[in-house]
């Protein structure tokens, strides 16, 4: 543990900073007389610290292996494991404190002979993101960092929007980095995302904002990561060995010899990283290769006048050279590919200026143009690209103990590249595609037209057939998609059948119109078939809900809001109109429909495209609505919408039906432990509830909103229970009494356990009066209750936060919900002893039973992308029932 100064100590208790080290390293160091080369990890939403080992412990090893010629000192800030993904109301202190950490972390260097001036950063989840954010303090000096590495972190938009300083605070972050792109161009900044595996942030999230600065920021996915070639969850993103060694490997080749830090230089750190997260040449970094390199003459040459050539290496103890003129071949072929199993780090492939002579003693390295693949390293040349080269050379070194091959080929591009349709957005999966390629080369180029939205998810499946059975070379496909790093690799045996999962992490862009690519590295003399799987009417449906849900899925609470505000409108309706109060279930089936609220935000949103009406609206000050900005992200439609709601609709309907059931059986329970007192007509406000009112606004005030919202919620949830229990004992009680007065044959009438009716056959007049209101008492208590446990479940975060930070404040600031709880405290107080018959004569019934629609409305055009909102319109219209109780 760093002690800090004791005013930063002071203002922010509960954050810590730490050294990692372990062994020697840890004794040695715990003086603090640093040397190294300064790095601070950032842990993520409830990270802990202690995820920095996974760095600091593989630094170590390399450092061990150069003799500490060079070596980082690892630092990690202890941000108490906050929600901070959820809560937003930390972000900012978390980020003025990283910005002490900083000051403190370059103190410890002072007076060194090489003392660094600045700071490499490493973000997980939402530490990137305050990394990121130390740019917009205003006296922060942009020099101290010069290395910002992010894992990933969700720089687009935050995941679950639930209040409104996690918006505010992304707003402020983005807009700062596209406005000063020109003034961040000495912070190298490098995202990688999870890819597929990441459930909790999709990759589309995790690519920094299109504006910022091109030349010095970069965003990979990690399946398209040289050497790596996998998906991450989104936890071991953090300790995931591969992407850690690529990591490690980078911060080692951005090392200047002279300063003994992080070079200053931006291009190179730019190239480092292409290098080791893009296009890895399986060649060790340096940083200016050498133009031409001298090859030794102690080799057998020898030239190949073929167009295809393949040679196989064992144990052969003498080394070749084979000389590939490339004057016979310009006139008939576009290409030359070459591949080569042999996965050293040494150059193999030279490019020569002879013309005269079958020998060459100084040669272009071309080995810088070739990419690492999983099973093998390959090189692809257009020939007009380089018109003075005369031949290609292949460098075989003696192969003692080694077996590998090496093959090339010339050929016209047109040739080895076809066209494969796939399965259209609104082509309900009736089409279905294949191809056959009869290989005779070790190339193959499949372009997967009408494949650019994020929406069409599918498989390919290629699948294998060789001539003989002899043992060949693995095949390589990748899924190449041109306008992001987000490829994705596959390594099958051959003969096989491979499946390929085609998705994408974000659609193509409008100003660009290249195509996917599937790369197949074939072997030679097989047949491949490749088709896009054939998707029936039945199972389409799922795999477009499945895409929708990943991209969504954080709407989901606005869109059973929607609904459950459509059927407490509809209750409040039936209630004017016949006196009755109508079943949850039953009024959600008649009033949740799509059409009431779904065409009216789509024309708005296709109004919003013209000038005149987006001038109106501003002049309104209205906030943007959300599809639009979606749809501007090319991640909406209306078909998502309509499947968002009917998702709602479900949910909400399960949830009605949860409630009841739950309500009869904590009810059962109750009336075999309490004999409940008569019902009666409660009074709307006494001293007693009116003290328990102003105590739960002061609790609001002093403490936590969300807190207090908790306590009301759970005081409202006796209330149905006591109306329940009462009804039906006090039925069982009479009938139990006018039983014994009758007739023994008579027969009994049994007590229901249902919130829809309560018999009426022996009760009196008076009684069965009570009992029905109390029934429609019982139904609106429900759905009152069924919208306000959403607004506990959003404010539940803040909660959580408060709790955990109890012993260093009493008082949660900034409080998103407090003023909203101030108002809900004073409202369900009135509400929960209220009865239909209040409610019923009231003049505002009519307003409070039409609000809900327009509200509905509201909440899905400007609650999508803000859950912080929802609180606000369901509040609204709980405010004109509780109003309607006295006017």
């Not at 595996?197 to 990759?203: G, I």
Request: with cysteine; hydrophobic share 40%; glycine share 4%.
């Amino acid at each position: 543990k760093i002690k800090l100064p004791k005013k930063t100590a002071r203002r922010y208790p509960a954050y810590e900073l730490y050294l990692y080290g372990e062994g020697n390293y840890a004794e040695e160091n715990k003086n603090l007389l640093l040397t190294g080369i300064p790095v601070l990890f950032l842990p993520g939403n409830a990270g802990s610290y202690k995820q920095v080992r996974s760095l600091g412990s593989i630094a170590l090893r390399k450092a061990e292996d150069v003799d500490f010629k060079y070596h980082f000192n690892f630092f990690s800030v202890n941000f108490n494991e906050e929600l901070v993904a959820l809560y937003g109301g930390s972000l900012q202190r978390q980020t003025k404190f990283v910005h002490e950490c900083i000051k403190v972390i370059l103190k410890l260097y002072k007076d060194r002979e090489f003392a660094p001036s600045s700071v490499a950063i490493v973000g997980h989840s939402m530490g990137g993101l305050v990394a990121r954010a130390l740019l917009t303090l205003k006296n922060f000096k942009p020099e101290l960092i010069n290395l910002l590495i992010t894992q990933a972190t969700p720089h687009v938009a935050p995941v679950m929007p639930l209040d409104k300083y996690l918006t505010d605070f992304y707003t402020a972050v983005n807009n700062h980095w596209i406005l000063k792109a020109q003034d961040l161009r000495n912070l190298t900044t490098l995202s990688v995302a999870g890819g597929f595996r990441d459930y909790q942030v999709r990759s589309g999230l995790a690519f920094l904002p299109r504006l910022s600065q091109h030349d010095s920021a970069l965003s990979v996915v990690s399946s398209a990561v040289p050497r790596a070639w996998a998906s991450t969850d989104h936890l071991s993103i953090v300790w995931c060995k591969e992407l850690i060694l690529a990591t490690i490997r980078a911060f080692f080749d951005l090392i200047d010899e002279n300063t003994r830090q992080i070079t200053e230089d931006p291009k190179k750190r730019m190239s480092v990283l292409n290098h080791h997260f893009v296009r890895h040449p399986a060649k060790m970094y340096e940083e200016n290769p050498e133009a031409f390199t001298h090859l030794t003459g102690a080799f057998n040459w020898i030239t190949v006048k073929a167009s295809k050539w393949t040679y196989s290496v064992y144990n052969d103890s003498d080394g070749k050279y084979f000389s590939f003129p490339l004057a016979s071949h310009r006139k008939s072929y576009s290409h030359v590919y070459c591949e080569n199993s042999m996965l050293d780090t040494s150059s193999w492939i030279y490019g020569c200026m002879n013309t005269n002579s079958s020998m060459c003693l100084e040669a272009a390295d071309l080995s810088w143009r070739a990419e690492l693949l999983p099973t093998t390293k390959v090189v692809m040349l257009k020939l007009l690209d380089y018109p003075s080269l005369s031949h290609i050379v292949i460098q075989v070194p003696p192969a003692v103990g080694n077996k590998y091959t090496l093959g090339c080929e010339f050929f016209k591009e047109d040739s080895r590249t076809v066209q494969l349709p796939v399965t259209h957005l609104f082509s309900f999966g009736f089409s279905s595609s294949k191809i056959l390629l009869n290989s005779t080369g070790l190339l193959y180029n499949v372009q997967l037209q009408h494949f650019n939205q994020i929406y069409q998810a599918f498989k390919i499946y290629i699948d294998s057939h060789c001539q003989s059975l002899k043992e060949r070379k693995p095949s390589v496909y990748r899924l190449h998609i041109p306008w992001s790093y987000e490829d994705s690799i596959t390594v099958a045996k051959v003969p096989s059948l491979a499946e390929i999962s085609a998705k994408l992490h974000i659609a193509q862009p409008h100003s660009d119109s290249s195509l996917p690519e599937l790369n197949i590295y074939s072997s030679p003399d097989c047949q491949y078939e490749v088709s896009k799987t054939v998707l029936f009417y039945s199972n389409y449906p799922f795999i477009l809900v499945f895409q929708i849900v990943r991209f969504h899925a954080g709407a989901f609470p606005v869109y059973i809001v929607s609904n459950i505000l459509l059927t407490y409108g509809g209750q409040l309706s039936t209630l004017r109109s016949t006196g009755q109060c109508s079943d949850f279930s039953l009024q959600l089936v008649r009033t949740a429909k799509p059409y009431k609220v779904e065409p009216l935000i789509s024309i708005v949103v296709f109004l919003q495209g013209f000038n005149w009406f987006r001038e109106i609206w501003e002049s309104l000050s209205l906030p943007e609505v959300d599809a639009a900005v979606l749809s501007s992200q090319d991640a909406w439609f209306p078909l998502v919408s309509l499947i968002l709601f009917l998702f709602g609709t479900g949910i909400a309907y399960w949830s009605g039906v949860f409630f009841s059931t739950s309500l009869r059986l904590f009810s059962s329970l109750w009336l075999t432990l309490i004999r409940p007192p008569e019902l009666q007509k409660d009074k709307l406000i006494t001293p007693s509830r009116l003290c328990g009112m102003i105590s739960l606004a002061l609790v609001s005030w002093t403490t936590c909103g969300a807190f207090a919202v908790l306590i009301i919620y759970l005081q409202y949830l006796f209330k149905p229970v006591h109306i329940f229990v009462t009804s039906v004992f006090h039925f069982q009680d009479s009938g139990h009494s006018k039983e014994t007065s009758q007739n023994s044959s008579t027969p009994t009438v049994k007590a229901q356990s249902s919130v829809d009716s309560i018999p009426e056959a022996t009760q009196s007049p008076s009684n069965s009066k009570t009992s029905a209101e109390a029934v429609n008492s019982l139904k609106m208590h429900i759905t009152v209750l069924n919208l306000f446990t959403w607004i506990v479940l959003l404010n539940l975060p803040s909660l959580i936060y408060w709790l955990k930070n109890l012993r260093y404040s009493v008082r949660l600031d900034p409080d998103p919900c407090r003023s909203t709880a101030i108002i809900l405290v004073c409202i369900l107080e009135i509400l929960m002893n209220s009865s239909t018959s209040e409610v019923k004569p009231s003049k505002l019934l009519k307003i409070a039973a039409k609000v809900p629609l327009p509200l509905s409305v509201a909440l899905l055009a400007f609650g999508r992308m803000h859950l912080y909102r929802v609180p606000h319109f369901v509040t609204f219209s709980l405010l004109l029932h509780m109003l309607c109780c006295f006017v």
